[in-house]
């Protein structure tokens, strides 16, 4: 599926509910938010069939996100379905990995390609003050048990000026003895996260060199990989990323689009454009018409995001990030 500016668009983003289990202090407020009706957010057979519409035309790689994904009854079985769908070749999770320890198995044996787990800090009192919640010991038991377990793992850190700033060397060290992907996030000026200061990719890669050595260029081997840059170091079995939207924009080789857990497919990350999925699949539309409206809006897929320009008003738990 080519978009306008001849980008090859062939990865999903799924968010399956706007429900977390941490109150993440640049993501949600301590009381949390207003809960979306159940009725209001699309059923696991109408993401299924919006998943096989897709992957007919073109997207391949499919990722599970919030809220929480594993919060969402029937997680495990989707995952299957979706592994079944011709077409699609990988089926990831991105999860704040609170549940992550208790449902690795049944995940993995579901056919779970692999996992990005969001963990800012490995210090449980810096966690508890970040998220709001004691739960360090159950992230980290999950992040041991997903790495046994064979799957693609990814560890995103959000560095935040103030917070977490002095726990960047430990999380990179994450990659130092296990075969994983540790990657930097640069903090996104959305919702709850502009009361925040990012750190610049610049500052965490001369704190990683100044320690660890030079970080060596890793060439992508595929689309499917994302927007980041990773990096090779001496010793580390590991690879470390940089994702920072900001400072380099990757809109000219964006290959994604997002379906939100109210059903709407968005074209970017900040853009309203896209389509009311859900009003027309509860609208008895055809297959073949439902495909021909998920083609002809995916072909106007923005050229770029204006986040040096404008903030949009929704928040990173409705979107699934």
């Not at 989707?78 to 699609?88: E, Q, T, Y």
């Not at 208790?102 to 800090?121: F, H, P, Q, R």
């Not at 997903?146 to 935040?160: A, F, Q, R, T």
């Amino acid at each position: 599926m080519i978009d306008r500016f001849n980008r090859k668009i062939e990865y999903l983003r799924v968010s399956l509910t706007d429900r977390c289990n941490l109150r993440c202090q640049y993501c949600m407020p301590e009381s949390g938010v207003a809960k979306m009706k159940h009725e209001d957010i699309l059923t696991l057979e109408e993401i299924l069939r919006v998943i096989e519409l897709l992957a007919e035309l073109g997207i391949s790689k499919v990722r599970l996100t919030g809220g929480e994904p594993l919060l969402r009854r029937g997680i495990v079985n989707l995952i299957r379905d979706i592994k079944s769908i011709a077409g699609i070749k990988q089926v990831m999770l991105t999860t704040n990995g609170v549940l992550l320890d208790k449902m690795a198995d049944d995940l993995i044996n579901a056919g779970l390609d692999g996992v990005n787990l969001s963990l800012d800090t490995l210090d449980k009192n810096i966690f508890k003050k970040i998220t709001r919640r004691d739960s360090f010991e159950n992230v980290f038991n999950g992040l041991q048990k997903v790495i046994s377990g064979g799957l693609e793992v990814k560890v995103n850190c959000v560095p935040i000026l103030g917070v977490n700033e002095g726990d960047i060397l430990k999380i990179a060290a994450l990659a130092k003895d296990n075969f994983i992907k540790v990657r930097f996030i640069e903090l996104m000026p959305i919702g709850c996260a502009v009361d925040f200061a990012g750190v610049k990719t610049t500052k965490i890669k001369s704190q990683i060199e100044a320690v660890y050595g030079n970080l060596i260029s890793v060439e992508k081997y595929n689309s499917l990989q994302g927007p980041a840059q990773y990096f090779s170091l001496p010793n580390f079995k590991g690879q470390i990323g940089f994702i920072d939207a900001l400072e380099h924009k990757f809109c000219n080789s964006c290959n994604r689009i997002r379906l939100t857990a109210a059903g709407f497919l968005k074209l970017c990350l900040n853009s309203n454009d896209g389509l009311d999925v859900k009003k027309l699949l509860r609208s008895s539309i055809s297959n073949e018409n439902l495909i021909e409206e998920l083609q002809k809006t995916i072909y106007y897929k923005p050229r770029e995001h204006h986040f040096n320009e404008n903030f949009d008003a929704e928040k990173m738990y409705q979107i699934g990030g």
